[in-house]
């Protein structure tokens, strides 16, 4: 019987941690504590032991039980991502019943923990973007009828078991990128039944999918068309229509709100905040994408998670943020996409601030859940280092869903879900060659999922 897994001759065990943090700041994010020449032990579901291969055989709480092992007592070893993958050590005949994946030359990181995205749609906007290529602009897009609007109208037409099965060909794809947990937004139903009927789905993601999921109440992502002008009588159906039901059938772990002009404002988001809050939902927040539109200032004032977005942001949104509890996340793939401003991560690390990155992956501001291309625009587009956009995509990410005490980074206790690169040169080459396949294996609670290169 196989009891767990063993990686070792790992090149570099990447974001290792004797005492777990729940995020990191400042200067710390462009540290990262490796160890070369590494193994790491799994079990039951979580990492139990790590360490480096010169002092493996003095270990005596991985798997050699009565202290005397060495690392051929767990057996023939199984090659990462080719060979005879279905070995274990206990066919091998030895003790523990351990497969051993043979890492030699490659690193090893947890999954990547992306905080902001919106998989759950119905269909594509493929036209929307051949309209930015011919110069319209998001706001003129919106008023046309398409953007989030659109979005919703084909959610409404799709049925439960459609939005179901077009979601998971997305978490697969996302997956195959190194994503090991993942926060969903609603909010492209607009109304009681839509928007009930996408937290289902994204409920349904978390119990049929090896992901880590957190599902987000994004009812203020958009004024109906009904309701335009009258953006408070529908904030008021948010709140004593949706909140409601959702809070008494469990389908939600946090609320959102677009805190926009044009969108919803301070007044009607502090008010949808502090509803959601007395139900049990913590805040997050869309905040100050195209303006400085008081966001950040409302999401800190109601304790939010994070507040995400945030290209219109400056001292003022620092001095704020610098001592709450709340993640700036950064989103660079829709400022890629819609060719607008990058947010300044740069700025806020210096300031001592986190941040953590996210894809937003959605149909109209960035069709991609790949978040190591988001890594890359951090570093190319934000000036982050390799060491920041790590952080920034793991542990940071991972406390901006609020699961950093088990996911983001190589600790005992955590949920072991990781991946294996093929051999690389660097860990830079990881941002460097952001359209090259370099994962190789994939584990997700504890199980390979996938073995082979990164592509859905």
Known sequence: ???????????????????????????????????????????????????????????????????????????????????????????????????????????????????????????????????????????????????????????????????????????NEIIAFGTGAVEVKSGYGLNVADELKMLRVIRRIAQESPLTVKATFLGAHAVPAEYKGRAEEYVDIIINEMIPVIASEELADYIDVFCEGGFFGVEDSDRLLNAGVKYGLRPKVHANQLSFSGGVQVGVKNNAISVDHLESSDIEEFEVLKNSETMPVVLPGASFFLDMKYAPAKRMIAYGLPVALASNYNPGSCPSGDMRFMMSLGCIKMKLNTQEVINAATLNGAYGMGISEFHGTIARGKVANLFITKEIPSLDFIPYSFNTPIIETILLNGKVTRRGADKA
């Open 1 to 171: 019987m196989i009891m767990g897994i063993l990686i070792k001759n790992i090149k570099s065990l990447v974001q290792v941690e004797e005492q777990p943090r729940g995020w990191v700041c400042g200067a710390d994010m462009g540290r990262l504590n490796c160890l070369e020449d590494a193994w790491v032990a799994i079990e039951d579901g979580v990492i139990t032991d790590f360490g480096t291969m010169s002092d493996f055989g003095r270990r005596s709480d991985c798997g050699a039980r009565d202290g005397n092992g060495t690392i051929d007592d767990y057996g023939k070893s199984v090659d990462c991502g080719a060979g005879d993958v279905n070995r274990t050590m206990g066919d091998s005949g030895r003790r523990g019943g351990f497969e051993v994946i043979d890492a030699a030359g490659r690193f090893v990181l947890p999954s990547f923990c992306d905080c902001h995205t919106h998989l759950v749609y119905a269909g594509s906007r493929e036209r929307e973007f051949i309209d930015k290529v011919n110069g319209l602009s998001y706001e003129e897009i919106a008023r046309r009828g398409g953007g989030i609007l659109n979005s919703a109208r084909l959610l409404h037409e799709a049925t439960e078991e459609e939005l179901f099965r077009q979601a998971m060909e997305r978490v």
